[in-house]
């Protein structure tokens, strides 16, 4: 029997042939997989010595999903359908071969993998395995005959949780929905499936009882079936807002498992093909290709980043809480200081309340956590007590005298090589550091609030920070399970700077007649969590009025306060926390507060300016205009000149829509001489907070773009 597959490997023992994936790093289902595995199924069935086969991965997977790359690269829908139909028509000869298939599942088993397992007549996994359809995550379905196949096993209730959300579940949990068919431990997992094998040979399982397609048991009636999709799409219609592969796989739902599996599967692919061309898949596949990369700085190649064990949390407010909670979870040796006795037990109660959610979820107990605390957790009020630790993370006070007198402290306490990393969301690292000796060894490391859930963390270098101090804060990222951004220092960073600018439109708008609750609709409807005027009431209306004055005196005329903010703030409104904002918050519902409408109203009555619509493209347009023109600024200047980590983090820390791409992938495809058009344009209406960054004019005059063509 032929054993020089390039991609899995054949053994055979007592009529069971062994098949084993061995294509790194994840077994995903390539082009060469699914060519190895259809030579080598066919070359093993007809093997008059093989009476059943065993499939099975290697290492942590058994296949982890598909060639994202060639999926990134499909142009056309013949393309797309090309790529599906190989796959469900190979996973189809697994369904119906002449000899039983046992699918010996030894870890991840996503995507394309669950696929192929579903198409075996028995299934076995190890505890560890995860099991699951995440297609849409990255804008398409489930395209080779997993949407068809999967409700016959477990019902269309759990697979339409599966397939539309792209949930993967864990073994135990699929055992109970009838997924797989037992879940042994690995050193367990052959002999298991062997055992299974030997059952078919016996005659005890039947191939054709077994086979997938024939599963109808767990199937709704027509206008059961019908009743649980619309109910379902009813329910979920706003978290599937702006994307397309939920309906398309819901389509397919509707219209397949039907007595004509082969049929409803070439449905499948089709609808497959319609997905993997759109705008939405490529962004969202561009997303989890740029995240997989995150991280990956040229600064830091080659360096090795120094082992952090312990670590120091100066301050438990919001922040340090929630940052010693993510210290503890990832398994850190954490020390916990304050200023005195009270304020630590504050502190601990915040640390605390961060586990509530996962306790609540019955996925940690409250002894759970008292054990936890008591083994990895000190608090102390004395800085003398981190002298030892690796890291030390301030939260304290955001007063650049306070900080930089802790940090001059702790420098004759600390071991030289103890990396210093502040949270700071403002004040300048370069300065903070310059009190220091060594201000090489100090980094910014702003957690977004609550700390413990947010995915971003935003790196910033100040003009002496080290690349050995940024290669372990990298590091460290990595650990606790965060994206990364890695910016240089500047008033507000990346972040913050860039999501005032985005919405720093709202007050031209207002003033130039547009309703405010159109403007809250469009951003809405483009996909944000919140309208520019909701999150400010979210934030205080106070704080951005200070925040905004900071960067006009650091960054001239452009960032000069609109005036009608400065009325704004002078009603004493200041958002959510007075109960009052651009909405008022003392009824059931946020209504627009009369006191605002009417400073806008008079505004607007002393410029001569009288209401009017405004479409919501053009709204759009105008708030992503300013949003891109401040990135380019941000580029020029010399933050941060990695377009694809900076969508990212505009995704992941201020919830800009992952299936539009990122700020910068919609300009590319606007276009930057539409753009550059389009800043002209508002410059003239609105000032010269509109003004275009020499950077964009460069590029749409070049015919240059953000990502390369």
Same mark, same amino acid.
Request: charged letters at 25%; a neutral charge.
């Given at each position: 029997?032929?054993?020089?597959?390039?991609?899995?490997?054949?053994?055979?023992?007592?009529?069971?042939?062994?098949?084993?994936?061995?294509?790194? !790093?994840?077994?995903?289902?390539?082009a060469?997989?699914?060519?190895?595995?259809?030579?080598?199924?066919?070359?093993?069935?007809?093997?008059?010595?093989v009476?059943?086969?065993?499939?099975?991965?290697?290492?942590?997977n058994?296949?982890?999903g598909a060639?994202?790359?060639?999926?990134q690269?499909?142009?056309? +829908?013949?393309?797309?359908?090309?790529?599906?139909?190989?796959?469900?028509?190979?996973?189809?000869?697994?369904?119906?071969?002449?000899?039983?298939?046992?699918?010996a599942?030894n870890?991840?088993c996503?995507?394309g993998?669950? @696929?192929a397992?579903?198409?075996?007549?028995?299934?076995?996994?190890?505890?560890?395995?995860?099991? %699951?359809?995440?297609?849409?995550?990255?804008?398409?379905?489930?395209g080779?005959?997993?949407?068809?196949?999967?409700p016959?096993?477990?019902?269309?209730?759990?697979a339409?949780?599966?397939?539309?959300?792209?949930?993967?579940?864990?073994?135990?949990?699929?055992?109970?929905?009838?997924?797989?068919?037992?879940?042994?431990?690995?050193?367990?997992?052959? !002999?298991?499936?062997?055992?299974?094998?030997? +059952?078919?040979?016996?005659? @005890?399982?039947?191939?054709?009882q077994?086979?997938?397609?024939?599963?109808?048991?767990?199937?709704?009636?027509?206008?059961?079936?019908?009743? =649980?999709?619309?109910?379902?799409q009813?329910?979920?219609a706003?978290?599937?807002?702006?994307?397309?592969?939920?309906?398309?796989?819901?389509?397919?739902?509707?219209?397949?498992?039907?007595?004509?599996?082969?049929?409803?599967?070439?449905?499948?692919?089709?609808?497959?093909?319609?997905?993997?061309?759109?705008?939405?898949?490529?962004?969202?596949?561009?997303?989890?290709?740029?995240?997989?990369?995150?991280?990956?700085?040229?600064?830091?190649?080659?360096?090795?980043?120094?082992k952090?064990?312990?670590m120091?949390m100066? %301050?438990?407010?919001?922040?340090?809480?929630?940052?010693?909670?993510?210290?503890?979870?990832? %398994?850190?040796?954490?020390?916990?200081?304050?200023?005195?006795?009270p304020?630590?037990?504050?502190?601990?109660?915040?640390?605390?309340?961060?586990f509530?959610?996962?306790?609540?979820?019955?996925?940690?107990?409250?002894?759970? =956590?008292?054990?936890?605390?008591?083994?990895?957790?000190?608090?102390?009020?004395?800085?003398?007590d981190?002298?030892?630790?690796?890291?030390v993370?301030?939260?304290?006070l955001?007063?650049?005298?306070?900080?930089?007198?802790?940090?001059?402290?702790?420098?004759?306490?600390?071991?030289?090589?103890?990396?210093?990393?502040?949270?700071t969301?403002?004040?300048?690292?370069?300065?903070?550091?310059?009190?220091?000796?060594?201000?090489?060894?100090?980094?910014?490391?702003?957690?977004?609030?609550?700390?413990?859930?947010?995915? =971003?963390?935003?790196?910033?270098?100040?003009?002496?920070t080290?690349?050995?101090t940024?290669?372990?804060?990298?590091?460290?990222?990595?650990?606790?399970?965060?994206?990364m951004?890695?910016?240089?220092?500047?008033?507000?960073?990346?972040?913050?700077?860039?999501?005032?600018?985005?919405?720093?439109?709202?007050?031209?708008?207002? *003033?130039?007649?547009?309703?405010?609750?159109?403007?809250?609709?469009?951003?809405?409807?483009?996909?944000?969590?919140?309208?520019?005027?909701?999150? @400010?009431?979210?934030?205080g209306?106070?704080?951005?009025?200070?925040?905004?004055?900071?960067?006009?005196?650091?960054?001239?005329?452009?960032?000069?306060?609109?005036p009608?903010?400065?009325?704004?703030?002078?009603?004493?409104?200041?958002?959510?926390?007075?109960?009052?904002?651009?909405?008022?918050?003392?009824?059931?519902?946020?209504?627009?507060?009369?006191?605002?409408?009417?400073?806008?109203?008079?505004?607007?009555?002393?410029?001569?300016?009288?209401? $009017?619509?405004?479409?919501?493209?053009?709204?759009?347009?105008?708030?992503?205009?300013?949003?891109?023109?401040?990135? *380019?600024?941000?580029?020029?200047?010399?933050?941060c000149d990695?377009?694809?980590?900076?969508?990212?983090?505009?995704?992941n820390?201020? %919830?800009?829509?992952?299936? +539009?791409g990122?700020?910068?992938?919609?300009?590319?495809?606007?276009?930057?001489?539409?753009?550059y058009?389009k800043?002209?344009?508002?410059?003239?209406?609105?000032?010269? $907070?509109?003004?275009?960054?020499?950077?964009?004019?460069e590029?749409?005059?070049?015919?240059?773009?953000?990502?390369?063509?």
């Amino acid at each position: 029997m032929q054993t020089d597959y390039k991609t899995i490997n054949i053994s055979h023992h007592d009529g069971i042939a062994l098949l084993t994936i061995d294509n790194p !790093p994840v077994n995903p289902m390539s082009a060469q997989l699914e060519k190895d595995l259809g030579d080598g199924l066919k070359e093993t069935l007809a093997h008059p010595g093989v009476r059943a086969v065993i499939l099975t991965g290697t290492g942590k997977n058994f296949i982890a999903g598909a060639d994202i790359h060639k999926l990134q690269s499909l142009k056309t +829908r013949e393309e797309g359908f090309q790529m599906g139909w190989t796959a469900a028509k190979l996973f189809s000869a697994i369904e119906t071969a002449p000899k039983p298939v046992i699918m010996a599942i030894n870890g991840n088993c996503l995507g394309g993998g669950l @696929e192929a397992a579903l198409a075996g007549h028995y299934r076995v996994a190890v505890p560890g395995a995860v099991l %699951g359809l995440p297609e849409v995550q990255l804008g398409v379905i489930p395209g080779a005959g997993g949407i068809q196949r999967l409700p016959r096993l477990i019902g269309l209730a759990p697979a339409l949780e599966m397939i539309t959300f792209g949930r993967p579940i864990k073994a135990g949990e699929a055992l109970a929905l009838g997924l797989v068919d037992a879940v042994v431990e690995p050193d367990e997992l052959l !002999p298991a499936a062997r055992q299974a094998a030997r +059952r078919f040979i016996s005659g @005890e399982l039947r191939r054709e009882q077994r086979m997938t397609r024939n599963q109808k048991d767990k199937l709704a009636k027509a206008e059961e079936k019908k009743a =649980l999709i619309e109910e379902f799409q009813t329910r979920n219609a706003k978290k599937f807002r702006g994307l397309l592969a939920p309906f398309k796989a819901l389509e397919a739902l509707e219209k397949g498992l039907t007595g004509d599996i082969e049929a409803d599967i070439r449905r499948d692919v089709e609808l497959f093909s319609e997905c993997a061309i759109s705008p939405i898949a490529k962004n969202l596949i561009g997303v989890f290709l740029n995240t997989r990369a995150s991280g990956r700085h040229p600064r830091i190649k080659g360096l090795e980043p120094a082992k952090i064990k312990k670590m120091a949390m100066l %301050g438990g407010g919001v922040m340090g809480s929630g940052i010693v909670h993510l210290l503890l979870q990832n %398994g850190f040796e954490t020390v916990l200081w304050d200023i005195d006795e009270p304020a630590l037990q504050k502190g601990l109660a915040a640390v605390r309340k961060t586990f509530a959610y996962p306790i609540k979820q019955k996925k940690m107990t409250e002894a759970a =956590l008292e054990e936890l605390l008591q083994k990895h957790l000190a608090t102390t009020t004395s800085l003398e007590d981190l002298q030892e630790a690796d890291l030390v993370i301030e939260a304290v006070l955001e007063d650049l005298r306070v900080k930089q007198d802790i940090w001059k402290k702790l420098e004759e306490i600390c071991r030289p090589e103890t990396i210093f990393g502040t949270n700071t969301s403002a004040l300048p690292i370069t300065e903070m550091a310059s009190v220091l000796k060594d201000p090489g060894r100090m980094i910014g490391l702003h957690f977004f609030n609550p700390a413990e859930r947010m995915p =971003l963390l935003e790196i910033i270098c100040g003009r002496k920070t080290s690349d050995q101090t940024l290669a372990t804060a990298v590091a460290f990222a990595r650990n606790i399970k965060k994206f990364m951004l890695v910016v240089n220092d500047g008033p507000g960073f990346y972040v913050t700077r860039q999501l005032i600018a985005l919405f720093a439109g709202l007050p031209y708008l207002l *003033a130039d007649g547009v309703d405010l609750v159109a403007i809250e609709k469009a951003v809405k409807d483009f996909g944000m969590p919140l309208g520019p005027a909701s999150l @400010e009431d979210l934030t205080g209306i106070d704080i951005g009025y200070h925040v905004n004055q900071t960067l006009a005196r650091k960054l001239g005329e452009r960032y000069t306060l609109h005036p009608l903010i400065k009325r704004i703030y002078q009603t004493g409104g200041y958002g959510r926390k007075t109960n009052a904002g651009y909405y008022d918050y003392s009824g059931e519902k946020p209504v627009p507060n009369p006191q605002v409408a009417e400073v806008i109203r008079q505004f607007q009555q002393e410029k001569g300016i009288v209401p $009017r619509s405004m479409e919501a493209m053009e709204i759009m347009d105008t708030l992503l205009a300013l949003g891109i023109n401040e990135a *380019a600024l941000m580029i020029e200047e010399g933050i941060c000149d990695r377009p694809a980590d900076m969508d990212l983090a505009l995704i992941n820390g201020a %919830g800009f829509p992952a299936y +539009r791409g990122g700020i910068l992938r919609c300009a590319d495809a606007w276009g930057l001489m539409a753009v550059y058009e389009k800043l002209l344009d508002l410059e003239k209406r609105y000032g010269p $907070r509109y003004r275009p960054a020499a950077l964009i004019q460069e590029m749409a005059e070049s015919g240059k773009t953000f990502y390369p063509k």
